[in-house]
């Protein structure tokens, strides 16, 4: 009896050219060829003879910017580029994010760096409707997320690189093809070596991949390039190993990247449940494993799943997101079972899953302390959690001061436990009512005095008589956010003749230029 043929092997790379360049574009807001485009941009890193640029945008590099290239030398072509200090730790950071959401194309993926990855998508390709359809998924994911790449699919990952840095952008070498046939017109620098090894390679005349590999299969010819670099033990110093490990005749490990792993414990129940009380029970056990977990690591939990798998196949989930950090088993508990009066357990539940897919570094606090803040009940977190499970997680905000003199954006919405703190340089305002309306009622004032004090205004079809008014206090329009006809505003404190007080303001001046006869509007009550 003979086993199935093994498939063959099939290894997608894509690289991001301009990697440094797209994620400083997402941390601004906008995309390629938008406004961050319409400047001249460069990434500069400090070197031992000063700053030279890491990376140049379209607008930098038609100005006569590259890389490599002094960032002296480029501001003297073109004095109006603006720097911008790289960032290689980040853009490290951002590449390892990109291949663990790249294993949605295949079981592993491994760095590429400083900006490429490689996907192992060996009989994986048929899901994406053919490996044409997969790269073509390839580009158009990684373009959703702002990152323009270029992408290839071969045998092996020396090939798959070659293709998608140095071939044509989408090139597939079909499983049983002769990879020279799409390989040899490309350059050495494809084979992946160390800068000094290709200047060795061109100063022999070696310009493309065909060349060498015609050279190295010619009687004798391998020997004598052997000779040539027998001294160089590392793959990327030795050209007749990458050339091998290009056309898979000799293995090329690579290293798939983990993800982090995340605090998990799970109960598989002997007999399935059907009842609400045992499966209480089972929840509270599984809160004590993780927190024993999160304590060995010096972690707290801020997001929860929990999972429910029935008998007949279908998964209840419950996400849980928390106000802040914590390894209390009891909340833990007490907020899930909050979130399941609405599970149906069908024929019975019979695994359990709980984990938790944020943590937050958390120190050891004095357990009888935390026991008797929960007892008191003077956990603000405690009481944020139960609010939140209880009404949902976009119920429970805390409004916030906000960097604006207009009345109507003087304030934000923030998450409870948020420190909310607005930018350097906070407003401070004039007496305001604390009861502003959703928004500013337009009112008819009958008669105002030459000063512009209004004397009787009618307001939801009631005339009211003003007896005392202060003010006015001018907040002029912010003009990097409004038209350029937006008109000033003046704010009385008026009262009537009924003791009532209420905050109203007149928009624009006669003669301003800006319209035609000024408007009035009730903004707030006084209490």
Known sequence: MTGSPRAERRILSFWCPDLSLDRWR??????????????PVVLFA????????????????????????????????CPAIRAVPADPTGDRAMLEKLALWARRWGPWSALDPPDGVMVDVTGAAHLFGGERALLEDVRRRCGRRGFGVRAALAPTAGAA????RHGADGAVIAAGEEPMRWLADLPVAALRLDEDVLIVLRRLGFRT????????????????????????????????????QLLGRVPEPLLPIAPPHQPLVQRRLLEPLRHRELLDQVIDDLAGDLVRVL?????????????????????????????????????????????????????????????????????????????QADTLGTSLAACVDRLVARLGPHAVRRPVPAASHLPERAQKWVPPLDSGMV??????????????????????????????????????GRVHEVTRVEGPERIAPEWWREKGTARLRDYYR????????????????????RGGVPDWFLQGLWG
């Open 26 to 39: 997402q941390m601004h807001g906008c995309g390629a060829g938008e406004g961050a485009d319409a400047v």
């Open 46 to 77: 400090d070197t031992a003879h000063g700053p030279r640029i890491a990376a140049a945008n379209a607008a930098a590099a038609a100005g006569g910017a590259r890389r490599g290239m002094m960032l002296a030398d480029a501001r003297t072509l």
């Open 161 to 164: 690189w070659a293709l998608a």
């Open 209 to 244: 991949l065909g060349e060498l590999a015609a050279a190295a299969g010619a009687p004798g010819g391998r020997s004598a390039v052997h000779r040539r670099f027998r001294n160089r033990r590392s793959a990327a110093a030795n050209p007749l190993i990458r050339l091998d």
């Open 295 to 371: 304590a060995e690591r010096g972690q707290g939990a801020r997001r929860l799943e929990l999972g429910l798998w029935r008998v007949d196949g279908d998964v209840v989930a419950r996400p849980l997101e928390l106000a802040a950090a914590t390894r209390d088993p009891a909340h833990i508990a007490r907020l899930f079972r909050m979130r399941l009066d609405d599970v149906d357990a069908g024929f019975g539940i019979e695994l359990v899953r709980l984990r938790s897919t944020w943590t937050e570094s958390l120190a050891s606090a004095q357990a009888d302390l935390e026991r």
């Open 423 to 460: 930018e350097q340089g906070q407003l401070r305002f004039h007496a305001r009512p604390l009861r502003l309306l959703e928004q500013p009622e337009q009112i008819a004032v009958l008669y105002a005095t030459p000063d512009g004090y209004p004397r009787r205004f009618r307001w939801r």
């Open 494 to 513: 008026i009262e009537d003749g009924e003791g009532r007080r209420y905050w109203i303001y007149r928009q624009g001046l006669i003669g301003d230029g």
